[in-house]
């Protein structure tokens, strides 16, 4: 079981930058790929950036490519969204998930573990 707890969000302008941080309870965070989704008010929940358990590799949706980073630091059991350059429309709840898949996946039936969210609104 992993229990996972993000934090980082806030309000932002555009063009600003802010840093996603979801730390996970319990053991073997480094044996999970990890996942950060999105959800829009009315909107479905949508795959943002994923990372292998290794860190070495990594998946980006192609609407943050460029401008959003994910990583992680198995030693401290966290993964971060480093976010720049934002957009009003990256305004969203934002939720870290953890994976007992390989590789880096993008769907959300792929990921078994999920936090609680945390709030991000970008002002135009």
């Known amino acids: 079981q992993v229990q996972l707890v993000e934090s980082g969000g806030g309000l932002v302008q555009a063009g600003g930058s802010l840093r996603l941080s979801c730390t996970a309870s319990g053991r073997a965070f480094s044996s999970y790929p990890m996942g950060w989704f999105r959800q829009a008010p009315g909107k479905e929940r949508e795959f943002v950036a994923a990372?292998?358990?290794?860190?070495?590799?990594?998946n980006y949706a192609d609407s943050v490519k460029g401008r959003f980073t994910i990583s992680r630091d198995n030693a401290k059991n966290t993964v971060y969204l480093q976010m720049n350059s934002l957009k009003p429309e990256d305004t969203a709840v934002y939720y870290c998930a953890a994976s007992k898949s390989n590789g880096v996946p993008v769907t959300t039936g792929s990921y078994d573990y999920w936090g609680q969210g945390t709030q991000v609104t970008v002002s135009s």
């Open positions: 990372i292998t358990r290794s860190g070495r590799s990594t």
